[in-house]
């Protein structure tokens, strides 16, 4: 019995030590599929600085022409369900002055990126560009930056109620959220913020697509009106089937009155 239980550990131990090397084994490939990672990460960051660069003049060329545009760029961030979110009343109205936006990724683009807004002469504020800026340290520790916003007197949006009662006909299924511009003093958290990111990833790549964005109330208002027509439609229908009952009632009564007559010249 003694050799048996011996025997079994022996083999406890031989089957410890070939998991124990095949993790250490597992380890090593493991480095080796990191060092591919880091790697590929270093040509993906050089392919992305060149194509950056080429993409320039292209995004010159559209800027140009955005700028032919009354209200586009307003008119893209009302479109575009995350940003609209985050639209109070008068902040739209502050972005119908805003005539440009501007992504720049820094050239090292693992250390952050740039967004510019560019108004013309408004009544909130007497900036005529504000920025915002995100970087990453060496540590990788995230953090951000931005324009003070002068604003003219009593015209401060983030110190306005959020209760602000919305235009009439306006049809806002939430309360009115606090100011787009708080975005500008909000550093609380550069790493994670939300709508730096949908400015950079999402709508810069192509605003087009966000600007063509049907209007939704307009389609409801359409949708509303078409179901008016239709009711009237279908009462002019009723009346017009009641006119005809009445006009087949009075043929008869004339066919009757017709035939009375008919009768009273067979007694003469």
């Known amino acids: 019995p003694d050799c048996k239980l011996c025997l079994k550990n022996y083999h406890l131990f031989l089957l410890e030590k070939e998991q124990q090397e095949a993790i250490e084994h597992i380890d090593e490939v493991q ?26 003049p292209f995004f010159q060329k559209r800027s140009e022409l955005i700028a032919k545009i009354p209200n586009f760029w307003v008119t893209t961030f009302v479109n575009h369900p995350q940003v609209s979110a985050l639209l109070g ?30 108004f013309d002469e408004n009544p909130y504020f007497e900036n005529k560009i504000l920025s915002k800026e995100f970087h990453l340290n060496e540590s990788g520790d ?5 324009t003070e916003i002068k604003w003219k007197a009593g015209k401060d949006l983030t110190k306005r ?7 009439a006909g306006r049809k806002r ?25 949908v400015i950079k990833d999402d709508i810069w790549p192509n605003p087009l697509q966000y600007y063509l964005v049907p209007d939704m ?46 009768d009273d010249g067979e007694d003469d």
């Open 173 to 197: 299924q939430h309360e009115e959220p606090e100011s787009f511009f708080t975005w500008f003093t909000d550093h609380s958290d550069a790493g994670a913020d939300e709508l730096g990111e």
């Open 31 to 56: 480095n080796e599929i990191d060092r591919l990672n880091e790697q590929a990460s270093e040509e993906i960051l050089k392919v992305e600085q060149k194509y950056n660069k080429l993409r320039q």
């Open 217 to 262: 109330d307009d389609e409801e208002g359409e949708g509303e009106d078409d179901e008016d027509d239709d009711e009237e439609e279908e009462g002019l229908e009723d009346i017009d089937e009641e006119g005809d009952e009445d006009d087949g009632e009075e043929d008869e009564e004339d066919d009757d009155g017709e035939e009375g007559e008919d």
């Open 89 to 118: 009343e008068e902040d739209e109205e502050a972005l119908h002055y805003l005539t440009r936006v501007e992504v720049t990724e820094f050239e090292d683009i693992k250390s952050g990126y740039r967004i510019d807004f560019y």
């Open 161 to 167: 109620s959020s209760q602000t009662q919305n235009k």
């Open 142 to 146: 995230p953090s951000s930056k931005s």
